[in-house]
């Protein structure tokens, strides 16, 4: 049996066409026939998740189906907590640590109906990666495992791309979500700050913390966000607003969307491979066949928002885990540390002022947009490098065309665009402000290029 994409099996599902056990069953004979590779696991819990898919399937045959993502496989990226299943962060630090609530992202995925495989991979506490010196190795790309998947979500955009799970959770503090999105072929989307709740998520740098979905179409990352997204009063940077429907414009069109494209990004400030590009090109030839006007954005420069990313990333991450730097030193793997250290090197004048900075930025970044409904950039630069090969420093060292939208908080999806060199794929990154998350879905229920198949090693 091929696997599904979400919308697929959803409908299966509910003609009663697709039993949920057989579904789970078919994810974990692939884990087992893959995952010896592509290292995307750190905790299975196949148990759990028969029991669950057990569970769907007796609510589809009594006609009592409680959404899209009833019976649908999935997994978590393990920084999110879950009760009684260990949460390690892929560190020493955490080995053995068994959470005593689930995070909310993790409840309210279980109360859709969802059957939760286990804990996937990432980099060390979200941040230090691909390290070769961690309790479980890196995640590789599923196509190619000499090859890298970006992170830190390594582990879900792995597992998702190899057919291992239908979906899967992700958190993005400088494009954690995207990067590995772009890089594995599949879809995933860095909500509005403040959409879904942090809570029982262990932290990275906290105002620029954004969980969300990650799943092999836009259109699964719709049905995902729907279930993620909403106010929780214990986590005081959520937001209390209505929830929209993210699916209802799929398949509309773009006729009359204004899409600004940051040009001066991707090809003058930080040149992409030539597969990115003709990427970036035939998507907004599409649009522009379907109606959309397009535009050309004078950007502020990438190198403002890498700067203040930085500063702010790093002194919020070494104030998170100073304590245990000063403890458990080499309980950390090397590139963490290394990182980490550089917030001692820091000065609260230099977080002040990047903040200030920083509403600045935000300013400027809403103003040169005010006249278009969406921004289009580049997801990566070009298709993932070997894993051998991947500086110390990776993403930090470089600008990014992720972290503009972790610092301003805007919400912004990769899709996947094409593949280039080696048959890797690329992607394209579509931006809108704040809660705007329903104009990011509505075009094609499928991503652009993407045939359906699921990629097998």
Same mark, same amino acid.
């Given at each position: 049996m091929q696997i599904p994409t979400i919308a697929e099996a959803s409908t299966l599902i509910a003609a009663r066409?697709?039993?949920?056990?057989?579904?789970?069953?078919?994810?974990?004979?692939?884990?087992?026939?893959?995952?010896?590779?592509?290292?995307?696991f750190i905790t299975l819990t196949p148990e759990r998740a028969l029991t669950e898919a057990k569970a769907a399937e007796g609510r589809m045959m009594a006609g009592e189906l409680r959404g899209r993502l009833d019976g649908?496989?999935?997994?978590?990226?393990?920084?999110?907590?879950?009760?009684?299943?260990?949460?390690?962060?892929n560190s020493r630090v955490l080995e053995g640590w068994l959470p005593s609530e689930d995070?909310?992202?993790v409840a309210r995925w279980a109360e859709a109906g969802t059957s939760m495989l286990g804990k996937l991979t990432l980099h060390e506490f979200a941040l230090g990666g691909p390290s070769f010196d961690l309790p479980w190795p890196p995640a590789r790309n599923p196509w190619n495992p000499d090859h890298f998947t970006s992170g830190s979500s390594s582990g879900t955009?792995?597992?998702?791309? +190899? !057919? $291992?799970?239908? @979906?899967?959770? %992700?958190?993005?503090? &400088?494009?954690?979500?995207?990067?590995?999105? /772009?890089?594995?072929?599949?879809?995933?989307i860095k909500p509005t700050y403040g959409l879904c709740s942090r809570r029982g998520i262990l932290p990275l740098a906290p105002s620029l913390d954004h969980?969300?979905?990650?799943?092999?179409?836009?259109?699964?990352?719709?049905?995902?966000?729907?279930?993620?997204?909403?106010?929780?009063?214990?986590?005081?940077?959520?937001?209390?607003?209505?929830?929209?429907?993210?699916? +209802? !414009? $799929?398949?509309? @069109?773009?006729? %009359?969307?204004?899409? &600004?494209?940051?040009?001066?990004?991707?090809? /003058?400030?930080?040149?992409?491979?030539?597969a990115a590009q003709k990427g970036?090109?035939?998507?907004?030839?599409?649009?522009?066949?379907?109606?959309?006007?397009?535009?050309?954005?004078?950007?502020?420069?990438?190198?403002?928002?890498?700067?203040l990313t930085l500063i702010?990333?790093?002194?919020?991450?070494?104030?998170?885990?100073?304590?245990?730097?000063?403890?458990?030193?080499?309980?950390?793997?090397?590139? $963490?540390?290394?990182?980490?250290?550089?917030?001692?090197?820091?000065?609260?004048?230099d977080y002040l002022q990047a903040l200030r900075r920083r509403s600045n930025l935000c300013a400027r970044t809403a103003n040169a947009t005010s006249d278009v409904d969406v921004i289009v950039t580049a997801g990566v630069g070009s298709e993932a490098a070997r894993i051998d090969s991947v500086s110390k420093w990776g993403h930090l060292a470089n600008p990014g065309f992720t972290k503009p939208f972790n610092l301003t908080g805007w919400p912004a999806i990769s899709v996947c665009s094409g593949y280039g060199e080696g048959g890797l794929p690329v992607a394209v990154q579509i931006a809108t402000r704040p809660f705007g998350e329903p104009l990011l879905f509505p075009g094609p229920r499928r991503c652009f290029f993407l045939s359906g198949l699921v990629m097998v090693c």
């Open positions: 066409e697709l039993s949920p056990v057989e579904l789970v069953e078919q994810c974990l004979s692939r884990i087992e026939a893959l995952d010896s590779t592509l290292n995307s649908i496989p999935i997994a978590h990226k393990d920084i999110f907590n879950t009760r009684g299943i260990p949460t390690t962060a995070a909310q992202a955009a792995a597992a998702i791309a +190899a !057919g $291992l799970i239908l @979906g899967g959770s %992700g958190s993005d503090t &400088g494009g954690s979500i995207r990067e590995p999105a /772009s890089m594995c072929g599949i879809s995933g969980p969300g979905p990650m799943a092999w179409t836009a259109e699964d990352c719709a049905l995902l966000l729907q279930a993620m997204a909403g106010h929780d009063p214990a986590d005081p940077a959520s937001v209390n607003r209505p929830v929209p429907d993210f699916s +209802a !414009g $799929l398949g509309q @069109g773009v006729k %009359g969307l204004r899409i &600004g494209v940051a040009r001066e990004w991707h090809e /003058s400030e930080s040149p992409v491979s030539q970036i090109d035939n998507a907004l030839a599409v649009w522009s066949e379907q109606g959309a006007e397009i535009t050309e954005l004078a950007m502020p420069s990438l190198r403002e928002y890498q700067e702010i990333l790093t002194c919020e991450a070494y104030a998170f885990h100073e304590q245990n730097l000063r403890r458990r030193l080499h309980d950390y793997g090397e590139i $963490l540390r290394d990182r980490l250290a550089l917030g001692a090197l820091l000065t609260s004048a």
